[in-house]
């Protein structure tokens, strides 16, 4: 069973940065697209950044594009989101998710527990 371990989440100020990590252990991490997503009070889930097995293909939320930068280091199995530029709509959950799939329609079979964030302006 996989396991998804989130950490970084907290405080920061608009045009900060923070950065979050995600833990994988259960199975073979480099068979698994790795996601991050967010959920903001009130809103739906948005899926913000992926990152495929290899690691070479990466898919950004318009909203975060040139400001967040996902990345993947198989040696450690984590996967990680920079987020830099921060604003105050960037403000919710994050949640990481792992995938056998890729695309926009892949299927997120296992979720971490969540990480706030906080950006206030």
């Known amino acids: 069973q996989v396991q998804l371990v989130e950490s970084g989440g907290g405080l920061a100020q608009a045009g900060g940065s923070l950065r979050l990590s995600c833990a994988f252990s259960?199975?073979?991490?480099?068979?698994?697209?790795m996601g991050w997503f967010r959920q903001a009070p009130g809103k739906g889930r948005e899926r913000v950044a992926a990152?495929?097995?290899?690691?070479?293909?990466?898919s950004y939320a318009d909203s975060v594009k040139g400001r967040f930068t996902i990345s993947r280091d198989d040696a450690k199995n984590t996967v990680y989101l920079q987020m830099n530029s921060l604003k105050p709509d960037d403000t919710a959950v994050y949640y990481c998710?792992?995938?056998?799939?890729?695309?926009?329609?892949?299927?997120?079979?296992?979720w971490g527990q969540g990480t706030q964030i906080s950006v206030s302006s």
């Open positions: 990152v495929s097995r290899s690691g070479i293909l990466k």
């Open positions: 259960g199975r073979t991490f480099d068979r698994y697209t």
């Open positions: 998710a792992a995938s056998l799939d890729w695309g926009a329609a892949a299927k997120y079979d296992y």
